[in-house]
């Protein structure tokens, strides 16, 4: 809360810059934490790269398989590796996911261990965390000699310098130090070359987002085909009397037409024959909900993705001619079943991916249509199989409730409250996490039960 004595503008900028120093200085000793919390927890067996490439032990992990990982274990070159359990506990103290905990522990290390002149200046507190993180991951996975040159020649510049001037600084260094690792990472990227359509970007509009990651000459070969469809889109609007669009409408529209190449071609070529458009197939999920003033209505979702949409963007779909709609039968978020085994049959196990759409763990947003179903009171010791019971934990977070002490109940549908080894108190519902801690132990007078809230 502001205090009532900061009346004149001077007291608050005096206060503002009190704060900042405050703030730095904590975040200062936040990543400082951060690397003193890997060195009590350091990896057992060396088994680290394992662990985050995928490769388990089965016999270690109790069946439960591997999990995906974000990021190649050659990051983690040149500094000690941690325990594959450590920064889940980490990042439920700090409010961040677990593979954002065990970056922020990963970027620690690297500037203790790599960068030691940048770490230097992050515990006095004259470089910004978040400038010090920036150069910890630029230079993750490369040789030492680059990190040293980077430490020795950014070092200086690095509480100014811009995200450019860093990355050109790597670059220098890579051409001075390694220029055959320069080719091979030509190749590399070449090989990592992608367009990847960004489901999470769908808006209620209906628009969303694509990336491309290609060779520069594909790349301008694409710009020029995008552009020349554009021009023919302005000249067909105005044919037909349409109102006029600018040139990223009609770019972005052209995106459409490259998707069919029949009518592409026939666009580029000028030909007044046009062949039969391909007609896509668009997966829609309606759901009938109560709004806030009590009145009913038909809200569009993806078929695959939780995003709504509007009225509007369906019904364009509906008449577009080159799109075939297919709507999936209702399933009743409210309906509750109950089977004999342990394997939830596929109605209640999408039930369950549409009720609750992310892993249930503090702070995860791995997608529940990719995780594991876990039964909150075990199936062997009596767990229903049914709508309640059922909670979506990703391989990870599964491996951490089996294997390392994580345990949670349930408090009421798809809301749990869940308890960390080191004590912390958590609950995670569909909306995302708050830190109850401390919360009162459950005492041990409660009468058993299966995890079914109709039969409780």
Known sequence: MVSDSLTTPGAMIARARELDRARRAAESELLQLAAAWADAHPDPDDRGESVRA???????????????????????????????????????????????????????????????????????????????????????????????????????????????????????????????????????????????VNESSLQHTGTGDLTAHADWADLTAFDATVSA?????????????????????????????????????????????????????????????????????????????????????????????????HVHPYIDLEDHERVDRHDPPARMRARRDLAQRRCAFPYCNQSARRCDQDHCVPFDDGGATCDCNLVPLCRRHHRLKTLRGYRYVLLEPSTWLWRTPHGLRLVRDRYGTRDVTPDPSPTSSDPPWDGCLLSA
């Open 54 to 196: 995928g490769r388990v032990d089965p016999a270690t992990l109790d069946g439960l398989g591997s999990e995906d990982t974000d990021e190649e274990p050659d990051c983690w070159r040149g500094v000690p590796r941690i325990a594959w359990d450590a920064a889940a506990a980490f990042g439920c103290a700090v409010g961040r996911s677990t593979v954002g905990a065990e970056r922020m522990i990963r970027d620690a290390l690297i500037l203790r261990h790599r960068l030691p002149r940048h770490w230097a200046m992050v515990v006095d507190g004259s470089l910004e965390v978040f400038r010090a993180r920036r150069v910890a991951d630029l230079v993750a996975g490369y040789p030492d000699d680059v990190c040293d040159h980077i430490d020795e020649h950014v070092g200086p510049v690095a509480a100014t310098a811009g995200l450019v001037t860093l990355d050109r600084k790597l670059e220098e260094a890579m051409l001075e130090l390694h220029a055959e690792q320069l080719e091979l990472d030509r190749l590399a990227a070449l090989a990592a070359r992608h367009v990847t």
């Open 229 to 325: 469809l554009a021009a023919r889109l302005a000249e067909e609007d105005e044919a037909a009397g349409r109102p006029p669009e600018s040139l990223d409408e009609r770019r972005a529209r052209a995106l459409g037409i490259l998707a069919d190449p029949g009518r592409a071609k026939a666009m580029l070529d000028g030909s007044p024959e046009r062949p039969t458009r391909q007609r896509r197939r668009a997966d829609l999920l309606l759901e009938l909900c109560t709004d806030a003033f009590g009145h009913r209505a038909f809200i569009g979702k993806d078929g695959r993705l939780d995003k709504t949409l509007l009225v509007d963007a369906i019904r364009d779909w509906c008449g577009r001619d080159d799109v075939d709609v």
